[in-house]
């Protein structure tokens, strides 16, 4: 089912059972969260601190086709 | 034989939109005959005809977005993915889309630009173009580098499983090329992304990257896989690229259909990563992060 009005901005996480974090395509946004989540991991406190703005909306392109 | 409007090694033109746009209509006519990627397929993609990627004449995009989880001297990026690879990967992070050609949306050459040169406007440091793989998509990837201003530091992030063909044309146009060496032997490359002869034309690449423009190479190392191919890249890298910057990624996802191999079922155990970096530091690898 296609979800409309989605953009092309995306980021997935994987939580092993022994509690790491895998992550990829991580957005400034994502990584702001997993710092909350990783509070000690040095390295993803160095990749919050990069941030940029996001496109703004009306400059992004439209829906995602094949995201559900 | 087509000539080329410019041609330049190991920096960066001048007038990059300028010969970029010259570029891209070289390798939109180059679609005829398509031998971008070093499967050197020979279709008619201008006439639909399919090569291994699956490509047609046009391109998709499926994610186009800020990213921080890059190199550390290259976010934040903004990072273009194009649908469709000539590799068949199997435990490929993006293989819903980097399998299927005709994943995402239109290729959007003046939206794109727009979204890009915004970010850098925004903060952005570089622009990153990558798949799937870029090089099947080499028209509208100059045409997009062509739309960017002159002084945008470009990424090309490839599987540097290119034709030399497509490097000519790739001269001089981005910054840094980002290259992947997955395989360290040319088993392990036919049996979990479907591909011949993998190491001869990724060091061909890699040699090349390194001596036309900056060079960073990654290796995602692979459950079960650090003697067969971690330690026969680092030590081919110790040889040959002696002071290339590296990225030993340890954080292995058994992404879509990695699971059909028994090794590939699990992520890399923390003794696996530590070995791996023994053997980076053995051999007096320049890791980056």
């Known amino acids: 089912m296609s979800t409309p009005n989605t953009t092309l901005q995306s980021a997935e996480v994987l939580i092993l059972p022994d509690g790491k974090i895998l992550a990829h395509n991580i957005t400034p946004e994502m990584a702001a969260v997993l710092c909350e989540l990783q509070p000690d991991n040095q390295g993803m406190q160095q990749r919050a601190a990069q941030t940029a703005r996001q496109p703004d909306s009306n400059l992004r392109q439209h829906e995602h086709p094949t995201r559900n | 034989m087509i000539a080329l409007p410019e041609t330049v090694s190991g920096k960066r033109i001048a007038h990059r939109a300028q010969v970029a746009s010259e570029r891209a209509l070289i390798a939109r006519q180059k679609l005829s005959c398509c031998n971008l990627c070093a499967h050197h397929c020979g279709v008619n993609r201008l006439q639909a005809e399919q090569g291994p990627c699956h490509a047609g004449p046009t391109s998709r995009v499926f994610s186009a977005q800020i990213e921080v989880s890059d190199e550390l001297e290259l976010i934040p990026t903004f990072a273009i993915?194009?649908?469709?690879?000539?590799?068949?990967?199997?435990?490929?992070?993006?293989?819903?889309?980097?399998?299927?050609?005709?994943?995402?949306?239109?290729?959007?050459?003046?939206?794109?630009?727009?979204?890009?040169?915004?970010?850098?406007?925004?903060?952005?440091?570089?622009?990153?173009?990558?798949?799937?793989?870029?090089?099947?998509?080499?028209?509208?990837?100059?045409?997009?580098?062509?739309?960017?201003?002159?002084?945008?530091?470009?990424?090309?992030?490839?599987?540097?499983?290119?034709?030399?063909?497509?490097?000519?044309?790739?001269?001089?146009?981005?910054?840094?090329?980002?290259?992947?060496?997955?395989?360290?032997?040319?088993?392990?490359a036919q049996r979990l992304a479907l591909v011949p002869h993998y190491n001869e034309v990724v060091r061909e690449n890699l040699l090349w990257a390194n001596d036309h423009s900056e060079l960073i190479v990654r290796h995602l190392l692979m459950p079960g896989h650090v003697d067969c191919c971690w330690q026969a890249v680092a030590q081919w890298l110790a040889e040959h690229l002696p002071q290339v910057k590296i990225n030993l990624r340890s954080g292995f996802w058994p992404a879509w259909q990695a699971r059909k191999h028994a090794d590939l079922r699990g992520t890399t155990s923390s003794l696996e990563t530590e070995r791996a970096l023994r053997i980076a530091h053995d051999y007096n690898l320049c890791l980056v992060e």
Not at chain 2, 98 to 103: F, M, V
Not at chain 2, 150 to 156: C, R, T
């Open chain 2, 81 to 188: 993915a194009l649908s469709g690879c000539d590799l068949r990967c199997s435990f490929c992070i993006t293989g819903k889309e980097s399998w299927n050609p005709h994943a995402g949306e239109r290729f959007d050459v003046k939206g794109l630009a727009d979204q890009a040169t915004h970010a850098l406007e925004n903060g952005a440091r570089t622009i990153m173009i990558l798949g799937g793989e870029p090089t099947i998509h080499l028209p509208d990837a100059l045409a997009i580098a062509a739309a960017l201003p002159d002084d945008a530091k470009l990424i090309w992030k490839t599987n540097a499983h290119g034709s030399a063909e497509a490097r000519e044309l790739l001269d001089g146009i981005f910054d840094v090329w980002l290259a992947d060496y997955k395989f360290g032997n040319d088993a392990c």
